[in-house]
């Protein structure tokens, strides 16, 4: 089951990697929040496809109510803010430098349970998130004439993508996680379809060819989704944690091979304190949880 869930794990890593060369591809010709309001769309039916199909969801009446809607709907708004910083860092950037800064939003994670959930964060995994953003300082590179504000916009996501992944912890286990991600998409939906509808910039769609390239990101990227919850649930979440780093060299080959690009100078050695950092935290909660089911043995 194991080495089920990290293959699992990886082949979401790495569909998510070719949702964002896609987003990528398309936002030469479209805005960001339209793409948004299409990924979120068309990435439902993944979700919908599995809880159409749920035996436990037939079992339970079919019942599509939860008891923190306004919270799942919520993560929607949430949702739509990363997304739209990580999709116009995706136009703007070299696609492995917008992914590895992503990355930090484990860290973000970590410095968020404090005031959010009342965790106490030791000096390990202080040190890890002091490590890690050292990392996402480096990749940035702040101090030279190229820097540019763009490069705080996957950081921004990363904020608000740990927001979303800490908000989770609040839904109770026996919630369906489909119905739980659909809430969330409707709330993806109607959030982008305001900021679409104030900036006023929307492109109308003609091509065919444009509806099915929307169409396959949408069902890549929530494909990638269920693949990720699935494979969380299938063994222990800190197990699996340090295969996302895959994301990395995934990134850099598409952005490489589809766009030329080649982002050496700006990846290292930042790339190397954020992972560092990131895979501490994942230790170091791995070693707590262990410590505290050994406690109670």
Same mark, same amino acid.
Do not use: C
């Given at each position: 089951?194991?080495?089920?869930?990290?293959?699992?794990?990886?082949?979401?890593?790495?569909?998510?990697?070719?949702?964002?060369?896609?987003?990528?591809?398309?936002?030469?010709?479209?805005?960001?929040?339209?793409?948004?309001?299409?990924?979120?769309?068309?990435?439902?039916?993944?979700?919908?496809?599995?809880?159409?199909?749920?035996?436990?969801?037939?079992?339970?009446?079919?019942?599509?109510?939860?008891?923190?809607?306004?919270?799942?709907?919520?993560?929607?708004?949430?949702?739509?803010?990363?997304?739209?910083?990580?999709?116009?860092?995706?136009?703007?950037?070299?696609?492995?430098?917008?992914?590895?800064?992503?990355?930090?939003? &484990?860290?973000?994670? #970590?410095? @968020?349970?404090?005031? %959010?959930?009342?965790?106490?964060? +030791?000096? *390990?995994? !202080?040190? =890890? /998130?002091?490590?890690?953003?050292?990392?996402?300082?480096?990749?940035?590179?702040?101090?030279?004439?190229?820097?540019?504000?763009?490069?705080?916009?996957?950081?921004?996501?990363?904020?608000?993508?740990?927001?979303?992944?800490?908000?989770?912890?609040?839904?109770?286990?026996?919630?369906?996680?489909?119905?739980?991600?659909?809430?969330?998409?409707?709330?993806?939906?109607?959030?982008?379809?305001?900021?679409?509808?104030?900036?006023?910039? &929307?492109?109308?769609? #003609?091509? @065919?060819?444009?509806? %099915?390239?929307?169409?396959?990101? +949408?069902? *890549?990227? !929530?494909? =990638? /989704?269920?693949?990720?919850?699935?494979?969380?649930?299938?063994?222990?979440?800190?197990?699996?944690?340090?295969?996302?780093?895959?994301?990395?060299?995934?990134?850099?080959?598409?952005?490489?091979?589809?766009?030329?690009?080649?982002?050496?100078?700006?990846?290292?050695?930042?790339?190397?304190?954020?992972?560092?950092?990131?895979?501490?935290?994942?230790?170091?909660?791995?070693?707590?949880?262990?410590?505290?089911?050994?406690?109670?043995?």
């Amino acid at each position: 089951m194991f080495y089920r869930a990290v293959a699992t794990v990886i082949l979401a890593i790495f569909l998510f990697d070719v949702q964002g060369a896609l987003i990528k591809h398309m936002g030469g010709r479209y805005p960001v929040e339209q793409i948004a309001l299409y990924r979120n769309l068309f990435g439902m039916l993944p979700h919908v496809l599995v809880l159409v199909f749920s035996a436990s969801w037939h079992r339970g009446g079919r019942s599509l109510k939860l008891d923190l809607w306004q919270l799942a709907l919520g993560r929607g708004v949430l949702l739509i803010f990363a997304q739209i910083s990580f999709y116009s860092a995706l136009v703007h950037m070299e696609m492995a430098t917008a992914t590895t800064l992503a990355f930090s939003g &484990p860290l973000f994670v #970590t410095t @968020l349970s404090v005031p %959010l959930l009342g965790h106490r964060v +030791g000096w *390990v995994r !202080g040190f =890890a /998130v002091v490590l890690g953003f050292s990392g996402v300082v480096m990749v940035m590179q702040p101090g030279r004439d190229a820097f540019n504000l763009v490069a705080l916009l996957p950081v921004a996501a990363a904020f608000f993508y740990a927001l979303t992944s800490i908000s989770s912890r609040y839904f109770r286990s026996e919630d369906s996680t489909a119905l739980i991600s659909i809430y969330a998409s409707v709330g993806a939906v109607l959030a982008s379809l305001v900021v679409v509808v104030i900036n006023g910039t &929307p492109v109308v769609l #003609t091509s @065919l060819n444009d509806w %099915l390239w929307f169409i396959v990101m +949408g069902s *890549v990227g !929530g494909t =990638a /989704v269920y693949l990720l919850i699935s494979a969380y649930r299938m063994t222990e979440p800190s197990s699996l944690s340090p295969f996302e780093y895959f994301g990395i060299p995934f990134s850099f080959f598409l952005g490489w091979w589809f766009f030329a690009e080649t982002p050496f100078d700006s990846l290292f050695p930042g790339v190397l304190f954020i992972v560092s950092g990131g895979l501490l935290v994942v230790w170091r909660e791995r070693y707590l949880q262990r410590k505290s089911v050994g406690a109670g043995t």
